[in-house]
């Protein structure tokens, strides 16, 4: 079993629709966990960052993460054609890891937004 | 300007050359990776440098050998690849492990054939 599951898709909207992109996991040790979106042909980039449980909103993305059910969401309102990319989940562990950050990434969904 | 900058961006290569691939951080990070991106498959972490030691070899070919000569630069040498070798290959860099914020920030990647 992967540590990180994630639906690679593709996905295809029509732009403003609502976007819920998920992830699941199995390593009850993750804490810190991630949303990069990478466009074609160019690295990661990092989108969203949140710690342990709960909401984050920034502008038009929203990450949300349940530890009880090992789940991480990420939502995109209004979405727009520039959205369109591959999101990949990412997490790692406690602080104080000797490897330093050492993360685990889902297979990346590949979203498209059609205008 | 991401932070992070990855030389080459494009590197074909035979399968009797030897080749280096250069990754170089401004952001003051103290841990570098090297990641390998393949096709429908996750981003495989291949070496963790913390504080220029080596902390982790993800069960890498020897055929890839790291080299960290500072805390900003980070290489990665190349001799008789393999076709199936064939992949973006991606440096990122975060704070070292004892710290709270984990992120990673990555270059734009070398996109590697191997003919």
């Known amino acids: 079993q992967k540590e990180v599951e994630q639906d690679p898709g593709p996905l295809s909207v029509p732009e403003g629709a609502i976007v819920s992109l998920n992830c699941t996991y199995s390593n009850s040790a993750f804490q810190y966990f991630m949303w990069y979106r990478q466009y074609s042909r160019k690295g990661p980039e990092l989108l969203m960052y949140?710690?342990?449980?709960g909401n984050k909103e920034d502008g038009r993305f929203t990450a949300q993460v349940d530890k009880s059910s090992k789940y991480i969401s990420l939502f995109i309102r209004d979405s727009q054609p520039s959205d369109s990319a591959t999101y990949l989940c990412a997490m790692s562990g406690v602080r104080g890891e000797t490897s330093g950050s050492r993360l685990t990434f889902g297979e990346g969904t590949q979203l498209t937004v059609n205008p | 300007e991401t932070g992070v900058t990855q030389t080459p961006r494009h590197l074909v290569m035979g399968m009797t050359n030897k080749k280096s691939l250069k990754c170089e951080q401004h952001l003051g990070h103290n841990a570098m990776y090297w990641y390998k991106q393949s096709a429908k498959k996750p981003l495989e972490l291949m070496f963790v440098?913390?504080?220029?030691?080596?902390?982790e070899n993800n069960s890498v070919p020897s055929r890839f050998s790291p080299e960290c000569p500072n805390s900003s630069h980070l290489f990665l040498h190349l001799h008789t690849l393999q076709p199936e070798d064939s992949a973006l290959y991606l440096c990122?860099?975060?704070?070292?492990?004892?710290?709270?914020?984990?992120?990673?920030?990555f270059g734009q990647g070398t996109r590697l054939t191997v003919v």
């Open positions: 440098y913390n504080f220029k030691e080596q902390t």
């Open positions: 990122a860099s975060s704070q070292d492990g004892t710290t709270e914020n984990t992120e990673a920030f």
């Open positions: 949140t710690y342990s449980s």
